[in-house]
């Protein structure tokens, strides 16, 4: 198992932490902006950050004890640990008292600011310069990130000062393929489907697996979302237009 520096550790912990830790101040001013008020909003913000440490917590100790080998032979529990996670943060979305939160005015904006965060992602070419990494996964991954991490705080601003609709769009499919290209190398290189060196075990240990297990599924949550509050924000213009052109 490889130990990293810890400045690595730093980045690669304090990253997902500070990700979940904007995106549940996000949720709650959502809250209020839906009108649900702080005594709402406040214990509904403070169950997602209780929800989601928990399972960043979680995610190390398992991965310390050696579950998410990415070996072949083993259980995929890494995967299985990644589909379930957004499973569950996509079926939480649809209560109706987090789904009136992130779907309130200025709500695209804040699911996207939390992703400035991945500029973290330069640890990536860290575990590469120490030769811990694939070039052919930990480049994708970590210049992608990189790239979402600087664009992400341009197109909430915009988005904040009620422009900006197509970027945040585009920004969003372009946050979602970086992950799915960062997914799908991993797992190909993970179970010898593309045979490169060094392997990508590192990517089933701590505190790498933090990002694979529960941070990867956390920010495919929020751009679904983004995506999803900005076609919300848009339904009521067209609603509004069609009895004008209709009436024409």
Same mark, same amino acid.
């Given at each position: ?18 990700? $979940? %830790?904007? %995106? ?7 809250a209020e902006r839906a009108g649900l008020g702080r005594r709402r909003a406040a214990p509904l913000a403070g169950t997602a950050a209780v929800l989601i440490g928990g399972w960043f917590a979680a995610t ?11 070996? *072949?032979?083993?259980? *995929?529990?890494? =995967?299985?640990?990644?589909?379930? #996670? ?17 779907? %309130? =005015? ?9 992703? #400035? ?88 240990? =701590? =505190?790498?697996?933090?990002?694979? $297990? ?6 495919? $949550?929020?751009?679904?979302? #983004? ?8 339904? *009521? %213009? ?11």
């Amino acid at each position: 198992m490889y130990d990293p520096p810890a400045y690595v550790w730093a980045l690669t912990v304090g990253g997902p932490i500070a990700i $979940a %830790a904007t %995106a549940c101040i996000g949720l709650f001013a959502g809250a209020e902006r839906a009108g649900l008020g702080r005594r709402r909003a406040a214990p509904l913000a403070g169950t997602a950050a209780v929800l989601i440490g928990g399972w960043f917590a979680a995610t190390l100790v398992i991965a310390g004890n050696g579950w998410y080998d990415t070996k *072949p032979s083993q259980v *995929p529990w890494l =995967p299985i640990a990644a589909i379930g #996670s957004l499973g569950v943060l996509l079926s939480l979305s649809r209560i109706p008292v987090v789904a009136s939160a992130l779907t %309130a =005015p200025g709500m695209a904006g804040r699911l996207v600011l939390p992703q #400035s965060f991945r500029a973290a992602g330069i640890f990536f070419l860290f575990y590469l310069a120490s030769g811990h990494l694939p070039a052919a996964f930990a480049l994708p991954a970590g210049l992608g990130d990189i790239g979402a991490g600087i664009a992400a705080p341009l197109v909430a601003r915009k988005l904040a000062r009620g422009t900006g609709r197509r970027a945040a769009f585009w920004y969003n499919v372009y946050g979602l393929t970086d992950l799915t290209v960062g997914i799908t190398l991993g797992a190909l290189i993970s179970y010898r489907l593309l045979s490169v060196t060094p392997s990508v075990a590192p990517i089933g240990e =701590p =505190p790498l697996a933090l990002i694979t $297990a529960a941070d990867v599924p956390l920010m495919i $949550a929020m751009h679904i979302m #983004s995506l999803r509050a900005l076609v919300k924000r848009s339904l *009521p %213009a067209r609603s509004l237009a069609s009895p004008v052109v209709s009436a024409a």
